[in-house]
């Protein structure tokens, strides 16, 4: 069993940043796409950027300037470096292995204006 475990969220204030990670047990990392995903309270789930095996990069419009997704093949590791944190970015965070479609638990990330 794959297990995708986050990390990093936490409160800040509006303009902000926070780094989130995403460490996984998975052996076939480094070929597979990997996502972060978000889910504010009474809204659905959305994709907020996502990286290929290669390295190509694609984010929502919502975050885009603003999010930087990347990945480490060697730790098994996808982060999401987030700047300019708004109130309308607080959320829950998952990570998410698009080949398998597993999940992590997600992570709380809360911008308070």
């Known amino acids: 069993q794959v297990q995708l475990v986050e990390s990093g969220g936490g409160l800040v204030q509006a303009g902000g940043s926070l780094r989130l990670s995403c460490a996984t047990s998975?052996?076939?990392?480094?070929?597979?796409?990997m996502a972060w995903y978000r889910q504010a309270p009474g809204k659905q789930r959305e994709l907020v950027a996502h990286i290929t095996s290669g390295g190509s990069t694609n984010y929502a419009d919502s975050v885009k300037g603003r999010f930087t997704i990347s990945r480490d093949n060697a730790k098994n590791t996808v982060y999401l470096q987030m700047n300019s944190l708004k109130p309308e970015d607080t959320a829950v965070y998952y990570c998410?292995?698009?080949?398998?479609?597993?999940w992590g638990q997600g992570t709380q990330v809360t911008v308070s204006s």
């Open positions: 998410h292995e698009v080949l398998r479609g597993y």
């Open positions: 998975g052996s076939i990392f480094s070929i597979t796409t």
